[in-house]
């Protein structure tokens, strides 16, 4: 077996991680090989996984045991910190809302990620994180910063790789390497960045896929300390990650009436992005690739780390006829085409074109769709079986007008109001259309004196700044 190792840390990560691990327990092959998870007592599936949030935000989590013992070490600090009187005031337990055990749309009623998340995690695998220790004089973490001071402190006192992280590293008998999905912006951003360079330090050579969350609401676009503190994040992982997918609620302009997603709506947003990710992870369950492939493909060697994913529900793909007779500007044209009109982003990066691009498209379960650029419609890709996503009850219902084989309803084809399958086109690559974005953060890094940086000395931006400078000029020659 070749298993991958995944790590969520923050809010908006575990919103998109819950919805990810539904999409994948929805399969009817639920990963035979057990790549992205594993097999416990009683033949039960828990995800190979590592959680990472406050204490707060993991809400009716059913696996609670590792929280109560979150909440004990926090209080047994706050104690230390404090010799007065005490009272403790509890709340009370949150329960899952009915409209999601009935299997409704119940966008408005979600308070946690846990409430429609169904995965079982096994104890040890959780881990409440609190400031009140190392974070700011209010006890929380709310910038890159704190968040890797939280983490400094948490590891000088146990090593942060012992316990959950080694157990499921080495219980792997080839250890394909990690995929981590991480908010891009806060207190998690940094502690999910120091936690990697940790992972690297330990496993030099294993590959490294960071999707960073920058906000699953439309509202939460990069602005302030948001901007630089994504910057601040991505100048510090470019180092330690093999790619960074940058994933931000899309724009769904182009499938306007058939993808309707509340701008606000977290639980709706990240569905559509968790939708994104899994594409990836069919593939690597179904064996089809690896992560090793996906790397050296998509950053051409490794040259290029920063990497865009556009995905088209509902998707038709043509016969590229053009492939078939052996032009290969033609081919190209057709497929630049295809993902113009039909794909949507989920990156700030506006969609451009595939000349100059590298990397893969797949389809539905996983099945290859062939490089870009170089084969990027091979004759025997659209020979795919019929394999769509299926959506399980918890997904949100936002797909609409789509036939009963998970294609956009276009053709005639009677149409279901709420499909509970889809046909799934999706493309991880690498483009001069990332180049705009890193522009961005790097200028947020110009402002040396912003009261964002007092933590940092000079030299230290000055390092962050050249990061991203040498990502840039490699961009430029795209």
Not at 32 to 60: K, Y
Not at 94 to 117: C, I, L, M, P
Not at 237 to 244: C, K, L, Q, R
């Amino acid at each position: 077996m070749r298993e991958v190792v995944t790590l969520q840390f923050g809010e908006y990560a575990n919103y998109v991680g819950a919805h990810y691990w539904n999409l994948l327990h929805a399969c009817e092959d639920q990963d035979p090989e057990h790549v992205l998870f594993r097999e416990q007592n009683s033949r039960q599936i828990q995800p190979r996984a590592l959680v990472f949030d406050t204490a707060g935000n993991f809400g009716a989590l059913e696996q609670s045991e590792e929280l109560q013992s979150a909440g004990s070490d926090s209080a047994d600090k706050e104690r230390a910190l404090w010799s007065g009187p005490t009272e403790v005031h509890r709340q009370p337990l949150h329960t899952k809302n009915e409209s999601q055990h009935a299997g409704e749309d119940g966008s408005n009623r979600v308070r946690y990620w846990s409430d429609f998340g169904q995965a079982r995690f096994a104890p040890q695998t959780i881990t409440a994180v609190s400031g009140v220790e190392f974070g700011n004089s209010l006890g929380e973490m709310n910038t890159f910063q704190e968040g890797m001071r939280v983490f400094a402190g948490n590891d000088s006192r146990e090593d942060a790789l012992e316990g959950g992280s080694r157990v499921l590293a080495e219980e792997c008998d080839h250890l394909q390497g990690f995929q981590v999905l991480a908010d891009a912006f806060g207190g998690f951003a940094g502690y999910g960045s120091a936690f990697v360079a940790r992972i690297r330090d330990e496993y030099p050579k294993a590959p490294v896929l960071l999707y960073s969350i920058g906000g699953t609401q439309r509202s939460n676009r990069l602005q302030g300390t948001r901007l630089m503190d994504t910057a601040i994040a991505t100048a510090s992982n470019i180092e330690f990650v093999s790619i960074d997918v940058p994933l931000f609620a899309p724009s769904l302009a182009k499938l306007r009436g058939h993808v309707q997603v509340a701008g606000d709506n977290m639980y709706q947003t990240s569905g559509f992005m968790a939708l994104n990710i899994a594409q990836w992870s069919h593939s690597l369950q179904s064996g089809r690739h690896v992560l090793d492939e996906i790397v050296a493909l998509v950053t051409q060697q490794e040259h290029y780390n920063v990497a865009e994913a556009l995905l088209a529900p509902g998707l038709r793909m043509p016969t590229c006829a053009s492939s078939r007779n052996g032009s290969r500007n033609a081919a190209l044209d057709e497929a630049d085409e295809i993902v113009q009109k039909s794909f949507v982003g989920c990156s700030d990066a506006p969609i451009g074109g595939l000349r100059g691009a590298a990397g893969l498209m797949v389809a539905d379960r996983g099945t290859a769709m062939g490089a870009l650029v170089s084969e990027f419609c091979p004759p025997e890709a659209h020979a795919f079986e019929e394999a769509p996503v299926t959506l399980p009850w918890q997904f949100p219902k936002i797909f609409h007008r789509f036939d009963r084989h998970g294609f956009l309803g276009s053709t005639g084809d009677p149409v279901l109001k709420e499909p509970d399958r889809l046909r799934v086109a999706g493309v991880l690559r690498t483009s001069a259309a990332t180049l705009g974005y890193l522009q961005q953060l790097h200028g947020a890094l110009r402002a040396e004196q912003a009261a964002h940086f007092k933590d940092y000395e000079r030299d230290a931006v000055r390092d962050l700044r050249h990061a991203l400078d040498t990502t840039i000029d490699r961009y430029s020659l795209l």
